[in-house]
Each structure stands twice: as C-alpha cells, then as structure tokens.
C-alpha cells in the first residue's frame, strides 16, 4: 500500500467517525455491493472492448452516407 492510499484511508476514516451507526451500515453495504459488482464490470468491459461493429452495412457504407448527409453545397455565382 502505497503513502498515498494509506492517507485516503486514514482521512476517510476520520470522516466516518461523525456518521451515525445506521449511516455506517448503510455505507458498508454500498462499499460491499459496489465490490461484488466491481469483478463483474472489469470482465464485462473487457469483453465489450473487443466492439464489433452492429449493423448489417459496412462501416465504409455508414461513413459514406454520413459524410452525404452532413454535406452542404450552396450553390453561388462567381462573377468576375
């Protein structure tokens, strides 16, 4: 444990103390369910990073007719 995280933990700690028995509970349980979700959400955002492209066109087809369809033409005389 590094300088750094032993000194989060001491002034959360002292921030704790003011709470109430309740809030503490409640914290605990917070803190615990965030931990159990914790392993769940680093694997699933792993496995999402691997993105395949969801649609039945290209990806050259969707950037094509993106470009089309924001592109503006205004159509203006140049006179000389």
Known sequence: MTFTDKHLIETYTDL???LSSL??????ESLSK???NDNDTV???FYNSFG???SQKSAEELI???????TNFKSKE???
């Open 16 to 18: 704790f103390k003011g």
């Open 23 to 28: 809030n503490k509970i409640e914290l605990i």
């Open 34 to 36: 965030l931990l159990k």
């Open 43 to 45: 694997e699933s955002r």
């Open 52 to 54: 395949a492209f969801s």
């Open 64 to 70: 094509i007719a993106d470009i089309k369809a924001n």
């Open 78 to 80: 140049i006179e000389f």
